[in-house]
């Protein structure tokens, strides 16, 4: 072989193997962790993760050909976090997806290593899980699941749709973290509309009933359901005794409605979870969370189920029915 020739070919070889190193890194199996706070068998956190893994399949990552996703469910218990936090950690995974604040607590003790992308953590900043929402610095960045000001928009809604609304029980995991923020905003918003709040920390169905017993002893109440753990779990519980005690409520999220509540206003969490997807997608590419801001929610729903309003003897107002992005028949 000539010498310019071989120099060509060498040139070539070289200018090659960086696309190939590059293809390689995509092509071997990665790992990424999952921590969840719910439990496997939840319809609704099921619904995330699907949507979380149909994103990474839309952006190449194949479960079983080049990424092995690790989930783990907390059940609704949050004395498990530390223990699967762990036991994720131990796995040693490229990243690890954390869904809410107590999971993404949990992970941050455990390594400042491994990045990790959280999703409807209500406050990062206050939780300690980031310093600043621009450059979130350290090995954790994400999604934020509400802007506090909208829970003042819980306690409006209710009274347009209940005219007679003098009283308000707001019910809270007192466990969880945010909720002195959500009720903060609703108290704002509560003397401008007579509405008198009550504060209800539940953590267990019993203290969920005592609760319901106990308020509706009075007429021209509603309830307010802030989005924290045991709300979440026991959602059922809530909804149900909401409708026996003949009682107008605001839950945070579509599904509380879809479960047979009355009305909704809050973040489309399949979308956190598509976007928490591509910030993965990033950080397996090359990227660190130090250079990937904290996203603020950008999709939002109101919806509405007209079969309970029924029910409860409640016509809504034209206006609460026109902002409806959904109304369920």
């Known amino acids: ?19 190939a190193a590059r293809a390689q890194q995509q092509d071997r199996m990665r790992r990424i962790g999952v921590l969840m706070p719910q439990a496997e068998s939840d319809p609704e956190q099921r619904s995330w993760t699907t949507a979380f893994a149909t994103r990474l399949r839309e952006l190449g990552w194949r479960q079983g050909e080049n990424a ?47 990045p990790i992308v959280f999703t409807q953590v209500s406050d990062p900043v206050a939780a300690g899980l980031v310093t600043n929402l621009a450059r979130p610095e350290g090995n954790i960045t994400g999604f934020t699941v ?20 003098t009283r308000a029980a707001v019910f809270f995991d007192p466990g969880s973290s945010p909720w002195p923020l959500y009720l903060r905003a609703i108290e704002a918003a509560a003397p401008s509309l007579g509405v008198k709040l009550i504060p209800f920390p539940v953590q267990s169905d019993a203290e969920i009933e005592r609760a319901f017993a106990g308020f509706a002893t009075e007429p ?41 509540g009355l009305m909704s206003y809050g973040t489309n969490l399949a979308d956190l979870y598509r976007r928490a997807a591509f910030y993965i997608d990033r950080i397996l590419k090359g990227s660190k969370p130090a250079d990937l801001p904290v996203q603020q929610p950008t999709k939002f729903e109101f919806v509405i189920n007209i079969k309970t309003a029924n029910a409860l003897g409640l016509t809504m107002p034209p206006g609460l029915l026109v902002r409806a992005d959904e109304v369920i028949e």
């Open 146 to 165: 509400f802007e506090f000001a909208m829970a003042g928009k819980w306690i409006e809604a209710l009274k347009e749709c209940a005219p007679g609304l």
């Open 220 to 260: 021209n109440g509603a309830i307010v359901a802030i989005p924290t753990a045991t709300v979440v779990r026991r959602r059922e519980k809530i909804i149900a005794l909401a409708a026996q005690h003949h009682l107008p409520a605001m839950y945070p999220f579509r599904f509380f409605v879809a479960g047979g």
């Open 1 to 19: 072989m000539k010498r310019r020739e071989f120099i060509t070919l060498l040139g070539g070889a070289a200018a090659a193997w960086p696309l």
């Open 68 to 114: 092995q996703i690790d989930y783990r469910w907390l059940g609704g218990d949050t004395t498990r976090a530390a223990s699967l936090a762990k036991e994720l950690v131990d796995l040693q995974p490229d990243v690890i997806l954390a869904a809410t604040n107590t999971p993404a607590v949990a992970l941050r003790q455990y390594t400042l290593a491994i």
